[in-house]
């Protein structure tokens, strides 16, 4: 399992992630199967949220229940969550009383001191870049959140908070996948007229920004072709995608799925790809393409077998 730096925390962490957004359901044993794999595969970082689960802190509250984990167990695992989506609206609040409220709640549900990290989970528009400042300093300063960062922003939204954060943003966690790649794709086809791969969704520059900043990127829905509307691999609808995709994977003696997080941890970025399976199989296959060595005209050739063009 490869590593990557976290930020600029100073830590390594795997280029493969857990998450555990859909394990509400899953009993002691399967969780327990589910986290043993990825530990078996070098992947010691999990990934939390307030909102997931049937109640707030639900997945957390199953994951803590299922592990019952030692102090020493704690210390060997990276704990992220998130925070600042309220499930009755929906609605989105960043105020000092919330975030700090909810880490408490997560603390509580995980059974642990600490959080490894905290993200802001998708930009709040009414966010007042004090009040976060004021929550981080407070979450810092007694120890119960050792990073932050954010997921979903727009460099100018991270901008934005960094007038009043003095923490350093060490991740953002965005949507990526070989067909869900406009934090990709435009920067390859920038200023072509008529390209709607041209068009700038991510806010000018997300990628290259987080790589100027040291601001760790985190691949959510790897395997989606879009917006939750099911995965590529597989699928009728990408049979030339598949084509290739099956054709690496004998080549490299690894399953597709492989294939499909190689594409993403190839790229010299050093992003992490947050697995949302609660296959155990599938996470032992996707850990496999942690360090699968695709050469350029692999990538480029996955990249355009996914529809982008490639000038």
Request: glycine share 8%; proline share 5%; charged share 20%.
């Amino acid at each position: 399992m490869k590593t990557v730096p976290l930020g600029t925390t100073g830590r390594q962490v795997p280029n493969v992630v857990l998450g555990l957004m859909r394990i509400a359901q899953m009993d002691d044993d399967a969780v327990r199967t589910l986290v043993r794999t990825a530990r078996d595969a070098g992947i010691d970082f999990v990934d939390h949220a307030d909102v997931y689960g049937e109640e707030l802190h639900g997945c957390e509250r199953r994951f803590a229940e299922a592990m019952q984990l030692t102090s020493s167990q704690r210390e060997e695992l990276t704990i992220q969550s998130k925070a600042g989506i309220v499930p009755d609206g929906p609605y989105f609040d960043y105020s000092y009383d919330h975030l700090v409220s909810s880490v408490e709640g997560s603390l509580e549900a995980l059974g642990t001191d600490y959080l490894d990290v905290l993200l802001l989970h998708r930009p709040d528009a009414l966010v007042e870049p004090d009040e976060v400042a004021r929550a981080f300093d407070h979450l810092e300063s007694s120890g119960k959140v050792r990073a932050f960062g954010v997921s979903n922003h727009t460099p100018g939204q991270i901008e934005l908070l960094k007038k009043s954060v003095r923490q350093p943003l060490v991740a953002n966690q965005v949507q990526l996948s070989i067909t869900h790649a406009p934090l990709v794709a435009q920067g390859v086809a920038a200023n072509m007229a008529g390209l709607d791969q041209s068009a700038v969704r991510d806010g000018g520059g997300l990628l290259d920004y987080c790589r100027l900043h040291d601001i760790t990127v985190q691949a959510w829905s790897p395997f989606q072709a879009g917006f939750f509307t099911g995965v590529f691999l597989g699928s009728e609808e990408y049979p030339e995608l598949n084509a290739v995709i099956d054709r690496l994977a004998a080549k490299y003696d690894v399953p597709a799925i492989a294939i499909a997080t190689a594409w993403i941890t190839r790229h010299p970025a050093g992003m992490q790809v947050v697995l949302g399976t609660t296959t155990p199989e599938r996470v032992a296959g996707a850990a496999q393409g942690s360090d699968v060595p695709l050469t350029r005209a692999e990538w480029y050739e996955l990249f355009r077998a996914a529809g982008y063009t490639v000038p």
